[in-house]
């Protein structure tokens, strides 16, 4: 097989997990919270349990006008939905599913995916700050705050696996894992998983797109398939936070048959993860803003910082 070729395919597999991944998980969320609150959820959109709901909620943004404000800032406007998605996309390229399961193998992939996952947060400070919105603008404000408090924690709990593992390459962590990390980096883990659904905006740490105190926060302008776009870059935010956590903390393609069927278990541990970010949205309460930066900064930021100085202690003692 030519490189040419070998690279196209890699990009189509991209593409095409990235395009059915958040959509099987916007699916998963209208049944499972339909399930846990004692109700049906999506029924009759394509047939069999309503499979077909998001493609029939995508028909619908497509014909929903497309409007922009007359006083926003149309170009810094118009790019920001694409700013919050694509970097997801990037993100996704190099998180292996297994050892020959991956479309780009970067030596430091664990940063790339730090790097790249914390650029879609400018594309919801983009529409907040370009809507000519005062809810728009604080829903941005807030979403600013909530960046720079939770990546800290989100960056933290990572490294203490790096150094566990003594490599930033995400194949080389997943092949260092072992079992007893799962108590072992389980603090870390705990801090991983708060802080990723508070980057990704999700509740209990939705206070940006709060609808009942700023309307819907940075997304209060938007209509159509740019709304579409934002809420996309969320459920990709999910996958792409899902599989990024069952490679560092729970062992990736470790399984039985794990050297044919290894991609199957990431997905599935990713599945798993996936389901509990849904949970959290179903069982809890919005926090306040004052709450939010609390728990960040006297509980994640500490325990996430203890973790690593024990695992360097570790790391030392045992080398």
Request: charged share 10%; net charge neutral.
């Amino acid at each position: 097989m030519s490189h040419a070729l070998e690279l196209v395919l890699r990009t189509v597999s991209v593409l095409a997990a990235f395009l059915v991944l958040p959509l099987l998980v916007g699916q998963t969320e209208h049944k499972v919270m339909a399930h846990m609150q004692g109700r049906l959820g999506p029924m009759y959109a394509g047939g069999f349990h309503g499979w077909a709901q998001l493609v029939a909620d995508g028909v619908k943004f497509v014909q929903k006008e497309d409007i922009t404000p007359r006083d926003a800032d149309r170009p810094v406007f118009k790019l920001a939905p694409a700013v919050s998605l694509v970097p997801y996309l990037v993100a996704l390229a190099v998180i292996p599913l297994s050892p020959t399961v991956v479309a780009a193998d970067v030596d430091a992939s664990v940063l790339f995916v730090l790097a790249a996952s914390a650029v879609g947060i400018l594309g919801t400070l983009m529409a907040g700050w370009s809507s000519a919105n005062k809810y728009a603008l604080l829903g941005g404000m807030r979403a600013a705050a909530q960046l720079l408090s939770y990546e800290l924690p989100i960056v933290l709990a990572t490294a203490s696996v790096a150094l566990a593992a003594g490599t930033v390459s995400l194949p080389g962590i997943v092949h260092a894992w072992h079992p007893l990390w799962l108590l072992w980096q389980a603090p870390g883990a705990f801090c991983f998983l708060l802080a990723a659904v508070a980057e990704l905006q999700r509740p209990p740490f939705d206070m940006p797109v709060a609808d009942s105190e700023i309307v819907f926060g940075p997304y209060t302008e938007y209509t159509g398939l740019r709304f579409a776009f934002f809420l996309l870059s969320e459920y990709a935010g999910i996958v792409v936070m899902s599989l990024l956590f069952a490679v560092l903390f729970l062992g990736g393609w470790h399984g039985p048959f794990a050297d044919t069927i290894g991609w199957v278990w990431t997905l599935l541990k990713a599945a798993a993860v996936a389901v509990v970010v849904i949970w959290f949205r179903v069982a809890w309460p919005r926090l306040r803003e004052d709450q939010l930066q609390r728990l960040a900064w006297l509980v994640l930021v500490p325990v996430a910082i203890a973790q690593l100085a024990l695992t360097g202690v570790l790391v030392v003692v045992t080398s």
